[in-house]
């Protein structure tokens, strides 16, 4: 009887000990992953909480050894970076923490099966000022991750008289939304994002403001490379003009007009002012000087950006999901900042 109760009770420690299990897999040789770095993050009331960081062995397999203390709340993440990128993997309350599967992939300066699927930009000119927000929408169908330090993964333009102030937030497949910064590509008025495309969707977003009298003129010219015609969104009130630019219909929910144009540059009449409404019927957030995630991201997805097509229901529900869970970002970016009790989570790109 003695000697079950010792058995259990040690079955039992090495149950709690074990808090997380799992493979990490290469999805470009479909082989397991060694010498990968997993590390688990939980969410508790005084922040995100590093649990452990260990090394996959020659079969790709980690283990996460020491308990998840007891306090915290909202899934655990998990982080296994690769050949300079980060993949993460959210795990949610109630999924299995055994048997987790990672998969990273093997890093190219060249696109690949990386290009731009959907390019999609917001006007709103509300008196004397002009806030936009544009999204690039990428397609990755390949087996490495595009990862090009040198030039970025995207460069675009701003007016002049946006002065070089934007605000990128970018999402990865399986990730969260984080903060990322728009860095000078050598060119006036020109920026890069420094942002991995891994295989799936990911998206780049930005957002800027700049002076603005209606009626007047916007132009700009789109440099990102193989992004397919641009498809302008305008609010009720607002109407555009311009050669290359036709309207495609309204958006049902807003009524916001949908415009399709032609051409990398672009030169549009723009007379009228307006706004368009979140589903909450407020964009307003509270800076705390903190990194801020931007918590009205589906704003454009859950608009129809093709002609009489809406976007797929699934990925509005996905990015609202990743909404909810960006404040956790939040707390991540400022530990990795920081640089994980290892040292190595300051040079990691997510």
Do not use: C
């Not at 909480?49 to 899934?75: H, L, M, R, W």
């Not at 048997?99 to 300066?109: A, L």
């Not at 997805?301 to 999901?321: C, D, Q, R, S």
């Amino acid at each position: 009887m003695i000697h079950r109760l010792t058995l259990a009770l040690f079955v039992i420690t090495l149950s709690a000990q074990a808090a997380v299990d799992g493979i990490v897999t290469n999805g470009t040789s479909g082989k397991p992953q060694a010498g990968a770095t997993v590390t688990l993050f939980q969410p508790t009331q005084q922040g995100p909480q590093f649990i452990e960081s260990v090394k996959t062995d020659a079969d790709g397999k980690f283990v996460i050894t020491k308990e998840i203390p007891a306090g915290g709340a909202g899934p655990l993440l998990l982080q296994a970076v690769y050949a300079g990128v980060q993949y993460n993997k959210t795990l949610p309350p109630g999924t299995p923490t055994t048997g987790v599967e990672i998969p990273v992939y093997e890093s190219s300066k060249q696109p690949g099966g990386a290009k731009v699927s959907q390019h999609v930009m917001l006007i709103e000119p509300n008196g004397t000022t002009m806030s936009v927000a544009e999204s690039y929408m990428f397609l990755n169908d390949g087996k490495t991750a595009w990862n090009n330090p040198d030039t970025g993964t995207l460069q675009f333009t701003l007016p002049a008289a946006a002065e070089g102030k934007v605000e990128v937030n970018v999402l990865a497949p399986s990730g969260l939304p984080i903060r990322r910064a728009a860095d000078p590509a050598g060119k006036p008025n020109t920026f890069k994002v420094d942002f991995p495309i891994k295989p799936g969707e990911s998206e780049i977003r930005l957002e800027w403001s700049m002076p603005f009298t209606s009626p007047g003129v916007f132009e700009g010219t789109v440099i990102a490379k193989g992004a397919p015609d641009m498809k302008l969104l305008a609010p009720v009130g607002v109407t555009l003009k311009g050669d290359g630019v036709a309207a495609l219909g309204q958006e049902p929910t807003t009524g916001a007009t949908i415009y399709g144009i032609t051409g990398p540059k672009y030169h549009i009449d723009v007379e009228g002012s307006g706004t368009l409404k979140s589903s909450s019927g407020s964009d307003s957030s509270e800076d705390n000087g903190s990194p801020r995630v931007s918590e009205n991201m589906p704003k454009l997805f859950g608009l129809a950006l093709a002609t009489g097509n809406p976007i797929e229901p699934f990925l509005a529900v996905k990015w609202l999901f990743a909404s909810v869970l960006g404040m956790l970002a939040v707390g991540f970016v400022l530990l990795y900042r920081k640089g994980n009790p290892n040292g190595s989570g300051s040079s990691e790109k997510k």
